[in-house]
């Protein structure tokens, strides 16, 4: 009777502990912003079976992948080993035998996935401590804090071998013949001993398991609990991909734009923090971070949980007494930015998102690094000097270039394109963009696809001088204010004409009018003309009549990838014009940045090296003697790249539109067009 007292004490004890930490946890997050994530259950739910218990992500990288499934499914099978423990602690010689024929197989499951476990945390921490992969590779509190987690689940597993093992000498008459490896573990004790060992191991078991319960709220490994709130609150599938939540210029009673500080992040964006497991994949893949910048995706978000932590205490408890209030001063002294988050890491960001789509748990970093950099443009005026100019073009031109405005449609003389204005019953706009207006490479793009369409006859117009920057640059750039005057401005236009259909050329301006003009009241179909191309060779429109080019490689633009998941098309046309089409190393979804994105454009690139070149030597070294891409701003940093190589006399930069429009020109209309 005793040994269930002083059990029950210490259940509670850990249990309550446990508890008022997770309530501190979640008190913490009431301080972020609002932020609506409670719609769409069976979306979320989704999910969560998916991502969170399906653990989809984490295979993207199979081997690390394959060891943390187990220790994560095992987890999940072994809690009813856990509630047999608790239940033989509170009530003697009880056990989940009362199940019946469930029984048996549920005995087998947890001894299969507890010799899994241990043979997984056994690679795992060999893994951690002396081949460590190189997102791994950190020292201090990081190592040691999983090091430390490893341990205890080793010691949980070992625990509950032990224990298993003694309960077959101590209880016969329960069928314990399916726990195959706790069987042969029980030859190796005397029966006569076996009572103690039970109790050495049970209270051996238990403390590991509360201990380690109760450790999780100050450890990284917080994400065992919050990764799976973190998916289920996560809009994947539910909100358009990658679109930047806009901010209500209009309420008179905002005092601050973007944020500073955790109190200016939503709730959402404080649970990534709580998420974040550490594991490096985030950081593995940024483009700026492998070329040698400072920006560190995963220290951003494991930055957002060290503010909170500290700040967060002091803001609804406060402290006592003056050497208090002298640290309460210090803390509230700081903020996010600059005492933890500096203006040149977030400014190196390419807005990519290689970082969101590796994150196993669905943290979304790019929404965050755009929010600081809106807090720094709009409360501070602080960013790169070079952006003076940009936004300065942007206001008065329309566009990121010193260009005037009055020559946004000269690409298009002598083709007979009509504007909307002359054609308002067009079945298609071309939205031709900034690069496809005034870039005198690109304006090769622009013209190709416009002889392709009217090759396939399709009726489309421009909006000519009507176009304005579609505002890309400047909300990404962290201008928000400048960039919502010009989505406005374009949306009054479009709407006006009743605009139904667009095609682009540029992924950029994809994204904006396709998934974020919703925001300010214009819902149009937008099409990348790449899917729009390989459409009009389906349907018969366009016919190809000879390959040209030997040997091509694909460049896949991030916005055109990882924010639309489009990856078939230009493939598509890409085989059909081509000898042959070679991968680069990473592609798809993997596909490295060009460099550009995120406004990187228009800043120079001051630390390591380019992004361009690494992404050029990539494209090099599959001897393509072509480079093919769908986006203006690839076109311009593989162009570039490619003269930095000294490869331009063997190897050229296209657009699909301009590989095509060779292609499917008949050879007596080939030199004259």
Same mark, same amino acid.
């Given at each position: 009777?005793?040994?269930?007292?002083?059990?029950?004490?210490?259940?509670?004890?850990?249990?309550?502990?446990?508890?008022?930490?997770?309530?501190?946890?979640?008190?913490?997050?009431?301080?972020?912003?609002? /932020?609506?994530?409670?719609?769409?259950?069976?979306?979320?739910?989704?999910?969560?079976?998916?991502?969170?218990?399906?653990?989809?992500?984490? @295979?993207?990288?199979?081997?690390?992948?394959?060891?943390?499934?187990?220790?994560?499914?095992?987890?999940?099978?072994?809690?009813?080993?856990?509630?047999?423990?608790?239940?033989?602690?509170?009530?003697?010689?009880?056990?989940?035998?009362?199940?019946?024929?469930?029984? !048996?197989?549920?005995?087998?499951?947890?001894?299969?996935?507890?010799?899994?476990?241990?043979?997984?945390?056994?690679?795992?921490?060999?893994?951690?401590? *002396?081949?460590?992969?190189?997102?791994?590779?950190?020292?201090? &509190?990081?190592?040691?804090?999983?090091?430390?987690?490893?341990?205890?689940?080793?010691?949980?597993?070992?625990?509950?071998?032990?224990?298993?093992?003694?309960?077959?000498?101590?209880?016969? /008459?329960?069928?314990?013949?399916?726990?195959?490896?706790?069987?042969?573990?029980?030859?190796?004790?005397?029966?006569?001993?076996?009572?103690?060992?039970?109790?050495?191991?049970?209270?051996?078991?238990?403390?590991?398991?509360?201990?380690?319960?109760?450790?999780?709220?100050?450890?990284?490994?917080?994400?065992?609990?919050?990764?799976?709130?973190?998916?289920?609150?996560?809009?994947?599938?539910?909100?358009?991909?990658?679109?930047?939540?806009?901010?209500?210029?209009?309420?008179?009673?905002?005092?601050?734009?973007?944020?500073?500080?955790?109190?200016?992040?939503?709730?959402?964006?404080?649970?990534?923090?709580?998420?974040?497991?550490? +594991?490096?994949?985030?950081?593995?893949?940024?483009?700026?971070?492998?070329?040698?910048?400072?920006?560190?995706?995963?220290?951003?978000?494991?930055?957002?949980? %060290?503010?909170?932590?500290?700040? %967060?205490?002091?803001?609804?408890?406060?402290?006592?007494?003056?050497?208090?209030?002298?640290?309460?001063?210090?803390?509230?002294?700081?903020?996010?930015? /600059?005492?933890?988050?500096?203006?040149?890491?977030?400014?190196?960001?390419?807005? +990519?998102?290689?970082?969101?789509?590796?994150?196993?748990?669905?943290?979304?970093?790019?929404?965050?690094?755009? /929010?600081?950099?809106?807090?720094?443009?709009?409360?501070?005026?602080?960013?790169?000097?070079?952006?003076?100019?940009?936004?300065?073009?942007?206001?008065?031109?329309?566009?990121?270039?010193? *260009?005037?405005?009055?020559?946004? %449609?000269?690409?298009?003389?002598?083709?007979?394109? !009509?504007?909307?204005?002359?054609? !308002?019953?067009?079945?298609?706009?071309?939205?031709?963009?900034?690069?496809?207006?005034?870039?005198?490479?690109?304006?090769?793009?622009?013209?190709?696809?416009?002889?392709?369409?009217?090759?396939?006859?399709?009726?489309?117009?421009?909006?000519?001088?009507?176009?304005?920057?579609?505002?890309?640059?400047?909300?990404?750039?962290?201008?928000?204010?400048?960039?919502?005057?010009?989505?406005?401005?374009?949306?009054?236009?479009?709407?006006?004409?009743?605009?139904?259909?667009?095609?682009?050329? +540029?992924? &950029?301006?994809?994204?904006?009018?396709?998934?974020?003009?919703?925001?300010?009241?214009?819902?149009?179909?937008?099409?990348?003309?790449?899917?729009?191309?390989?459409?009009?060779?389906?349907?018969?429109?366009?016919?190809?009549?000879?390959?040209?080019?030997?040997?091509?490689?694909?460049?896949? !633009? +991030?916005?055109?990838?990882?924010?639309?998941?489009?990856?078939?098309?230009?493939?598509?046309?890409?085989?059909?014009?081509?000898?042959?089409?070679?991968?680069?190393?990473?592609?798809?979804?993997?596909?490295?940045?060009?460099?550009?994105?995120?406004?990187?454009?228009?800043?120079?690139?001051?630390?390591?090296?380019?992004?361009?070149?690494?992404?050029?030597?990539?494209?090099?070294?599959?001897?393509?003697?072509?480079?093919?891409?769908?986006?203006?701003?690839?076109?311009? @940093?593989?162009?570039?790249?490619?003269?930095?190589?000294?490869?331009?006399?063997?190897?050229?930069?296209?657009?699909?539109?301009?590989?095509?429009?060779?292609?499917?020109?008949?050879?007596?209309?080939?030199?004259?067009?």
């Amino acid at each position: 009777m005793l040994n269930v007292v002083v059990f029950a004490v210490v259940l509670l004890a850990a249990l309550g502990f446990f508890a008022s930490n997770v309530y501190r946890l979640i008190s913490y997050l009431r301080l972020g912003k609002p /932020d609506d994530r409670f719609g769409h259950v069976g979306k979320r739910l989704k999910n969560v079976l998916t991502i969170a218990i399906g653990q989809s992500k984490l @295979m993207r990288e199979p081997f690390a992948g394959i060891l943390h499934v187990l220790i994560f499914w095992g987890f999940l099978v072994l809690l009813s080993a856990v509630i047999e423990s608790i239940l033989e602690g509170l009530v003697p010689g009880a056990s989940l035998a009362f199940l019946g024929p469930l029984y !048996p197989p549920l005995t087998w499951l947890q001894d299969l996935f507890g010799g899994l476990v241990v043979c997984s945390v056994v690679v795992s921490l060999y893994r951690r401590v *002396f081949a460590p992969p190189k997102r791994l590779q950190v020292s201090g &509190h990081s190592k040691w804090d999983a090091i430390l987690v490893l341990t205890l689940i080793l010691t949980v597993m070992v625990t509950m071998f032990g224990q298993n093992a003694a309960r077959v000498h101590l209880h016969p /008459d329960i069928p314990y013949q399916a726990r195959f490896l706790s069987t042969w573990l029980a030859g190796s004790l005397a029966p006569e001993a076996a009572h103690l060992w039970y109790y050495v191991f049970f209270w051996g078991h238990m403390l590991a398991v509360l201990g380690f319960l109760n450790y999780l709220p100050y450890s990284k490994h917080l994400h065992v609990i919050a990764s799976t709130f973190n998916v289920y609150f996560s809009n994947v599938g539910i909100e358009p991909k990658g679109a930047l939540k806009p901010i209500n210029l209009a309420d008179e009673t905002l005092t601050k734009y973007g944020a500073t500080d955790i109190e200016d992040l939503t709730w959402k964006q404080l649970l990534n923090g709580y998420t974040c497991t550490e +594991c490096g994949r985030c950081t593995s893949v940024c483009p700026a971070n492998t070329t040698g910048k400072l920006l560190n995706p995963k220290k951003i978000i494991v930055d957002v949980r %060290a503010r909170t932590l500290e700040k %967060a205490p002091v803001l609804l408890v406060g402290k006592q007494g003056e050497s208090a209030d002298g640290e309460r001063d210090k803390i509230l002294a700081h903020q996010l930015l /600059d005492n933890f988050i500096t203006e040149q890491e977030l400014f190196a960001c390419t807005t +990519c998102m290689a970082c969101v789509q590796e994150c196993p748990v669905t943290i979304e970093h790019v929404d965050t690094i755009v /929010d600081l950099r809106r807090g720094l443009v709009l409360n501070e005026s602080r960013f790169p000097q070079e952006l003076t100019t940009t936004f300065n073009n942007l206001e008065r031109n329309y566009t990121p270039w010193a *260009f005037s405005h009055s020559i946004r %449609a000269d690409w298009a003389e002598g083709l007979d394109i !009509p504007t909307m204005a002359n054609a !308002p019953d067009a079945e298609v706009l071309f939205w031709v963009g900034c690069a496809g207006a005034y870039d005198a490479r690109y304006k090769k793009v622009t013209q190709s696809f416009a002889r392709l369409m009217k090759l396939a006859g399709v009726k489309f117009a421009i909006l000519g001088t009507e176009e304005k920057c579609n505002g890309d640059a400047a909300r990404r750039m962290g201008n928000e204010y400048l960039a919502q005057m010009l989505i406005q401005e374009n949306v009054a236009t479009l709407n006006k004409y009743n605009v139904k259909k667009i095609v682009t050329t +540029c992924p &950029h301006c994809l994204q904006s009018l396709g998934k974020e003009y919703k925001q300010f009241g214009g819902d149009y179909e937008v099409v990348h003309h790449t899917t729009f191309l390989q459409s009009l060779i389906e349907q018969g429109k366009l016919k190809v009549h000879q390959a040209v080019q030997e040997r091509v490689t694909f460049h896949d !633009p +991030c916005y055109l990838g990882r924010y639309n998941d489009e990856y078939d098309a230009p493939r598509t046309i890409v085989d059909t014009v081509a000898g042959e089409r070679v991968e680069m190393k990473r592609s798809h979804d993997r596909s490295f940045c060009c460099g550009a994105g995120g406004g990187r454009m228009w800043m120079e690139e001051h630390e390591g090296k380019r992004v361009n070149i690494e992404r050029t030597e990539e494209a090099l070294a599959t001897g393509a003697n072509a480079v093919a891409t769908g986006c203006p701003f690839c076109m311009t @940093m593989l162009t570039d790249g490619v003269k930095a190589k000294d490869a331009a006399e063997t190897v050229q930069v296209k657009d699909i539109a301009e590989l095509l429009l060779e292609a499917v020109t008949p050879p007596d209309r080939h030199a004259a067009s």
